[in-house]
């Protein structure tokens, strides 16, 4: 399908939920919520023979009883009632459908596998194309169609492909937490029709995505695949995530989605040729995504660190440096400077500056920010913030947070160096999320997120 036609049909204006149901327990009756919760603003089918409403919507027996067509289908059936659903979706000139449904060939049966092909047959042949199976379909905000609870509402300009439904949804709350909305995310589980690289072209000529994600367990055409990342990576970040990079993985990605996850080094020095960037987890995908998001280019490896005590700084500075960053010593003149200003350890403070020392000093984490950020001698400023962050600030602990932000914040509109603050935080038990401290990082987090820092 030529891409102006698949981009038309990626943005539905009605939507057939078929297998629609009342049980609040099945994605049936979930996906038709979605649709009421998130906005959708076009015309919504539940079709379910055994009910005549749903959430207060008409209900229609059969796919065929709709008024008029149908642009995007939902498929909540089973694997055995695809075929016959597919036919009358095609009567309504259906042009895209996004099969829920499993048990295809991810099982490994013969028989699954058959019936797989068939639809994908059946698909092609009346100009259908499919989502799936075994996936959690489209998240699009901007329309108001989602798969999961609790998702944000409103657009960005990240768009994601994933194999993983629930890794889709999961990552989705992880970067929604640090301030990072999203155009579309497609759940493709099989890739039996559409697959990585359609979805990668649609974002590549998307005007609404900026940076790309993918998580991919296997790919259907190596060739095209780097192909299509190579030209993508030349337009805009891409962000690849690669699951089944061992034997227990590889096995588990052919029954999650089907997939041969092949050799992992040759699949990372694919990535690294086409130019993207790999991902190690979702937490790290996430860290990507804010960077590209939020930063202005990075135009040196020169990184000063502010923050934690002696063994975060010691491990802050052998994490950069494994990174290919340069942590370089406190010049001579940045060294003067703070004695002039009073600084009683001028000569003490090193490069990460390590706020054990530096309480009382007379100098504080937001005065080291401003002078990294005039010297010439650094390219980036990285501030770890804890509980000991702004110490020095006030005697009263649970104020320091507040003051700090408000500190980095005018340091961030007064330089123009990349600035990152990484959030210390703990896995924490009931009995301490009300715990000032806790609290106080955690709304700090959101003001850092308001200011733009990443």
Known sequence: MPLPELKAILNPRSVA??????????????????????????????????????MGIKTYPAVKDIPGDVDYAISCVNS????????????????????????????????????????????RSHDMRLIGPNCMGLYHPGL???????????????????????????????????????????????????????????????????????????????????????????????????GGKGDAGARMTSSHTASLAGSYRVFETMI???????????????????????????????VGIIGGGGGPSVMAAEACEAAGLNVLPLPDDMRAEMKTRGATVWDWISNPVDLSIIGGSGISDVDMMHLFGKHPDYDLI???FNEMVGVTLSGDRFKMAPLAVKGYAQAKEKYAKPFIVVVGERGLVAEQYEDWQWKTIAEARSELRKAGIP
Request: include cysteine.
């Open 382 to 384: 990285m501030v770890n």
């Open 17 to 54: 939920v078929v297998g629609a149901s009342a049980n609040t327990t099945s994605w049936g009756y979930v996906y038709v919520r979605h649709l009421v919760e998130y906005g959708f603003k076009g015309n919504i089918y539940p079709v379910n023979p055994n009910y005549s409403e749903i």
């Open 80 to 123: 055995s009632q695809v075929m016959p659903m597919l036919a009358e979706l095609a009567a309504k000139h259906c042009p895209l459908v996004h099969l829920y449904t499993a048990r295809f060939s991810e099982t490994g049966r013969k028989d699954a596998a058959e019936l797989e092909q068939s639809v994908l047959k059946f698909a």
């Open 272 to 302: 690294r040729q086409a130019g993207a960037v790999s991902a190690a987890d979702y937490e790290e995908m996430a860290d990507l995504v804010v960077a590209f998001h939020y930063l202005p280019p990075v135009k040196g490896t020169r």
């Open 144 to 242: 108001g169609i989602a798969f999961g609870y609790n998702l944000p509402k409103d657009s960005g300009t990240v768009g994601m492909a994933s194999q993983s439904g629930g890794g889709a949804s999961g990552f989705v709350h992880i970067a929604s937490l640090r301030g990072i909305r999203f155009s579309q995310v497609f759940s493709y589980g099989n890739a039996l029709d559409l697959n990585e690289c359609d979805y990668l072209e649609y974002f590549l000529e998307d005007p609404g995505t900026k940076i790309i994600c993918l998580y991919v367990e296997g790919v259907k055409d190596g060739r095209r695949f780097f192909n299509t990342l190579k030209r993508a990576t030349k337009i805009k970040p891409v962000i690849v995530l690669k």
